[in-house]
């Protein structure tokens, strides 16, 4: 089945948050008590009951004092997701047919490996410690219908369809470099930024940290390698040279 | 019956099997965490209950490693010119016929695995806290993630070459952790200058 995403143009995004209050309608999530930070974001991070948020970047401007960049932060269903690699716990996180990174409470194991695997400090974990965040609505994708977030958005800022359409969507109206058309393997959420992606706050070049790559490629392996490895040369030892005979020797001394 | 000599204590042989039946249950459930073994998962009755066994069993096996540097690490760290010359023969394992020089309590072997599991039972048990108790903290995580895996790896490759040579590759050797008690003639074969120093002839 063909990989689905979501596109988020900033420059069409109003900073409404509809699509913060439809997610968390459509997903039950209860409201968190916040703080005045003085700015208009809110709340200031994703949280255990927030899954997709309007980061509002204030910038300079040469007409006005500042200017306003919109963008969703969430999860990015990574092709090659850095929390996937390093669960510990099958079925825990998993991915959908239509490519987007879901989970089963019931299968994590609250050991919060996958916030270090995440380039994107996505990963929040609710009263149980069971890992929540963003999963692409993907009890709604999977009968056909976009997600909360992008059925809502009033101005078409986040839209939700086949990966490789979109991507020949927004190089139709001159995007010609997504953020995260290749990172990852390609993340399932593309940004069409007009800047550099540091204006807005994100990543640059995101990656899964070297020491988890490290982990998966050599330390993984090694571990049956080696303990395999020792097994095999003790029993070749065994039948080839052979054990100390002290213990005959011995008894013929008695 | 030829005279025996006692090797090892109650308190030794109570320590080692703490040690090692808590490591081997690390072991496996660790490999069921590593590779996403859903069997193994299913012999600890679940993952969730697993990452419980594993991280409280795993207090056991650091409490009786801490313990055991009062059992070993004093006869661990006698080496003299005598270990030089076992490391040049390889301890007599891979000839029978070389002349293997007189070793005190512990061999030049067993000295170098104890000091090894102690460091990197250190290590894993240090990694394992911080990786239980500290989870979310990104940078402490990580580096533990790694130093965990390092020393299971090293681990994985010590423990199995220990036990074979423990048991059947040095026959005799293996009552010494069930009743404490060796033949005094096969102990002044294998460790000379123990029964020398103690005056256990
Ligand atoms: C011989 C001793 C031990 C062995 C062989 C061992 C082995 C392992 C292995 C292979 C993993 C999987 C790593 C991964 O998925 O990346 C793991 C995970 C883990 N270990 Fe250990 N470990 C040992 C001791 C300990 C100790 C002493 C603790 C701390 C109490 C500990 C706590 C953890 C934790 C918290 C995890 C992460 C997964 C989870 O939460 O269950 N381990 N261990
Ligand atoms: S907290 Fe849950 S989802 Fe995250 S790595 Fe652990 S088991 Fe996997
Ligand atoms: S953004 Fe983080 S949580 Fe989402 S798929 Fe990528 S690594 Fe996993």
Not at chain 1, 166 to 174: D, F, P, R, T
Not at chain 1, 202 to 228: C, Q, S
Not at chain 2, 144 to 166: K, Q
Request: with cysteine; aromatic share 12%.
């Amino acid at each position: 089945m063909a990989r689905y995403g979501l596109l988020i143009s900033p420059e069409l995004c109003i900073g409404c948050r509809a699509c913060q209050v439809a997610c968390k309608s459509w997903n039950q999530l209860p409201a968190d008590k916040t703080k005045n930070l003085g700015g208009y974001e809110n709340p200031s991070d994703l949280t255990p009951h927030l899954y997709n948020k309007i980061h509002y970047v204030e910038v300079p401007s040469d007409k006005s004092p500042m200017r306003w960049l919109f963008v969703s932060q969430r999860c990015m269903h990574c092709d090659d997701a850095g929390c996937m690699k390093i669960c510990p716990s099958p079925g825990a996180l998993f991915k959908t047919k239509e490519g987007a990174v879901a989970y089963n409470k019931d299968k994590c194991i609250g050991c919060k490996l996958c916030v270090a695997g995440c380039p994107f400090n996505v990963p929040r974990f609710d009263e149980k410690d069971k890992v929540t965040k963003c999963n692409l609505c993907s009890d709604r994708i999977s009968n056909n219908l976009p997600p909360a977030c992008a059925k809502t958005c009033p101005t078409g800022a986040i839209k939700y369809g086949e990966r490789e359409s979109l991507i020949s969507s927004a190089q139709k109206v001159g995007y010609e470099k997504l953020y995260g058309k290749a990172d990852l393997g390609g993340l399932g959420a593309l940004y069409a930024f007009k800047d550099a992606p540091k204006l807005y706050d994100m990543v640059e070049n995101p990656a899964i940290p070297e020491t988890v790559i490290f982990w998966h490629n050599v330390l993984k392996p090694l571990a049956y390698v080696g303990l395999g490895g020792v097994v095999a040369a003790s029993l070749l030892h065994y039948f080839v040279i052979g054990p100390h005979k002290d213990e005959k020797e011995v008894g013929k001394h008695e | 019956m030829s005279k025996m000599v006692r090797k090892a204590s109650v308190a030794e042989i109570l320590n080692h099997w703490v040690l090692a039946i808590s490591c081997i249950l690390l072991s496996i459930s660790g490999f069921g965490f590593l590779f996403k073994i859903e069997f193994i998962g299913s012999l600890f009755g679940g993952f969730n209950l697993m990452k419980t066994i594993h991280n409280w069993v795993g207090v056991v096996f650091s409490v009786s490693l801490f313990f055991s540097m009062f059992n070993w690490l004093k006869d661990s760290l006698a080496f003299d010119s005598d270990d030089i010359g076992w490391i040049k023969v390889a301890g007599g394992y891979l000839s029978h016929k070389v002349k293997v020089p007189p070793m005190g309590k512990l061999n030049t072997g067993q000295k170098f695995y104890y000091v090894a599991l102690l460091f990197f039972g250190m290590a894993i048990s240090i990694s394992g806290y911080i990786i239980w108790l500290l989870p979310g903290s990104r940078n402490w995580v990580l580096i533990s993630h790694l130093l965990h895996n390092i020393s299971f790896d090293i681990l994985m490759i010590a423990i199995p070459v220990h036990m074979y040579l423990a048991s059947i590759a040095n026959p005799g050797t293996f009552r010494i952790m069930i009743s404490g008690t060796v033949p005094l003639e096969w102990a002044k074969k294998k460790h000379p200058k123990w029964i020398e120093e103690a005056k256990l002839d």
